[in-house]
């Protein structure tokens, strides 16, 4: 197996794009990251998307954003994994390169959630979700987390105020990021008055849909002709569970986050305490408590604790969410993968402007799936 | 890169299955592939499917089928290139297992399209085509193939009658195939009277939709335990276009035929004249046409001459659609990939029955999705 390294990143501000179609807008990305490869061709385009079909009507994007960027002629597939979509592509375009089936691969992920009603929107999310023994009894995705972020805070005795940390942490390091959704700060004030959608789940709780598209360009190592800002992948890891909550074996306990956490750590023979920073899937912040402790960054039902002791700033132990997470930042679902290991090479290269983590070299990325269906982690380092 | 094999089979029959979920529907070919080829675990699992989210409002197959089959865990996604979904599959397996990532691969492919209307199902499909160059002039995917099959009429003088041929042959094939959609013989005097939907395109030049799974279990060749019935892929090649008819160098050429064919016989160090049989998609009966030919079966117009002298026939000189077809077993888009490669597996065991291809050691498959924009070729040995 080989080395493989991200040698060119690009990405589209997440934003209500309506002045552009879903191929201009993955094609923003991904001419941006060819173009920071400097390479002139690729063996093969992996994108990664969810909703396509169900909002612009168009699916068959592989052989559509391929021919569009002028790759006319290349393999070229769409990947699908609900939330999971966009690390799902640069899992197999590392799959493709590790194995030496391919020595240069662009992983793409875009979504253009804004073009159509709420109401599509959310039954589109839900097709995540398990649509015979969950969305029967008309659960959104919103409800689904809620019901998780209750049972959380009456198992832990925490309150929905000790969740504020984190949607206030992503906001902060949004700030300074040109691409991100929301560049404001959060005042705790405003986290603790946000009107709730589905109780205990308020407003500043949820990220914000979007439009965005993202990508990278993944090359076996030992071609890489510029190795000062090439970004090795340490470890690349899928784990998967059950789509419906109620058939989980403990709820609170994301499996899927852990084994897939695990595997990476195994891959990369490091442990959480040597990740300098963990760009992670805060959907919701109850998505954001429960992924560190699967991921063994807090015991189970201490993730608040970890948050309000300052850990996940940006000098904390373990920053999370450099560039705003998917609270802030946003989450255009099939891009945000590709979003958090686009960042994260920002920061391996000393890229990150004013949310540069001091003497990072080693950031963990995880996109997760549903609520927690398809996890699929990452290890980059400098 | 490590050699790969076919261990395990397992198809439904194609039909209406209103009893049957998508996941059941999945599982069930799954499972009878994970059975044939006697593994109790696998890697990962990579679904091809491209309607699942218009037409059964579920996405997400892959985690939810994953552990549907008793794998919760596994790593898994869903694929999509429109009506190459299904060989799309498998070829990710390939890539997996041919690179070391992984020993054992499950490909399946499935789609249910008889749930809903057939507005719904026409314009799920044409979510294949280009939907901001195509789609506004009102064009299905019968439309575009009518323009295709109008104007190869014109250049090659050759009139419809003569593509009677391709339906007859897939309807005999599939007379001994219980999985077969349609399992009657087709008299030609049945086509030369079939009923125009788009003119020149009859009832009778095209395939089906329907409901439909299927799966493969890939290994790699150095760990399989029964060689006997194992079959090796020689060849894993995919090529890609424009999506839309107007943009291609010439429409009468399937550039991405031609790529894909190409690169699947260098990569097998052989020419179509080593191929024992064709598995090839003819969703329409210009397709089987114009991907004859792209594939180097034929010269260009010629391909309706190749049918007339019995070279398609089971006894022929490259027999095709040796179980029926897509016009005959049936097109469930997403699965029809899979089903190729299952049908091309039983041939190169000799489990092929009645339709057995005398003395077959080699078989091509190719799997079309949308009017030519992505070509999965594979190549198989017994």
Redesign the interface.
């Known amino acids: 197996?080989r080395d493989v390294s991200i040698i060119g990143i690009g990405q589209t501000p997440v934003d209500e794009h309506w002045g552009k179609?879903l191929?201009h807008l993955a094609a923003d990305a991904v001419l941006a990251a060819i173009q920071d490869a400097a390479v002139e061709r690729a063996d093969?385009l992996y994108v990664g998307n969810?909703?396509s079909?169900?909002i612009?009507?168009?699916?068959?994007?592989?052989?559509?954003i391929?021919?569009f960027v002028g790759l006319?002629?290349?393999?070229?597939?769409?990947?699908?994994?609900?939330c999971a979509s966009g690390a799902?592509a640069v899992?197999?375009g590392y799959?493709?390169v590790?194995?030496?089936?391919a020595d240069v691969v662009i992983a793409a992920g875009v979504e253009k959630m804004t073009d159509e009603s709420n109401e599509v929107v959310t039954?589109?999310l839900?097709?995540?979700?398990?649509?015979?023994y969950e969305?029967p009894h008309g659960v959104s995705f919103v409800a689904i987390n809620a019901m998780l972020m209750r049972r959380y805070m009456h198992v832990y005795g925490v309150s929905h105020d000790d969740f504020a940390n984190f949607a206030v942490v992503a906001h902060q390091n949004a700030v300074n990021n040109p691409n991100a959704r929301f560049q404001s700060s959060l005042p705790t004030s405003r986290f603790l008055d946000a009107p709730m959608i589905c109780e205990p789940i308020s407003l500043m709780d949820s990220s914000p849909i979007a439009d965005g598209a993202a990508a990278v360009v993944l090359c076996a190592t030992e071609l890489v002709k510029d190795p000062a800002r090439a970004v090795r992948i340490r470890a690349s890891a899928?784990?998967?569970?059950?789509?419906s909550l109620h058939?989980r074996r403990d709820p609170l306990r994301l499996?899927?986050v852990e084994?897939s956490a695990q595997k990476a750590y195994m891959q990369a023979s490091v442990a959480p305490t040597d990740i300098d920073f963990f760009e992670y899937h805060d959907a919701f912040t109850i998505m954001a408590a429960l992924s560190l402790e699967a991921s063994g960054f807090a015991r189970p039902g201490r993730a608040t604790e970890l948050a309000r002791e300052g850990a996940i700033a940006l000098d904390g132990r373990i920053p999370v969410a450099t560039m705003g997470g998917l609270k802030a930042r946003g989450h255009p679902v099939g891009a945000t993968g590709v979003y958090q290991i686009v960042e994260a090479v920002q920061q391996l290269r000393g890229e990150a402007g004013a949310n540069q983590v001091a003497g990072a070299s080693l950031g963990m990325t995880q996109n997760i799936?549903?609520s927690g269906?398809?996890v699929v982690t990452h290890i980059l380092e400098a």
């Open positions: 197996m179609s191929r093969a969810m909703l079909g169900v612009a009507g168009q699916e068959h994007l592989g052989a559509l391929a021919d006319r002629g290349i393999e070229a597939f769409k990947v699908e994994a609900a799902a899992r197999l799959v493709a590790a194995g030496g089936l039954s589109g839900a097709m995540a979700a398990d649509g015979d969305l899928v784990a998967t569970d059950c789509l058939d499996d899927a084994m799936g549903g269906a398809t």
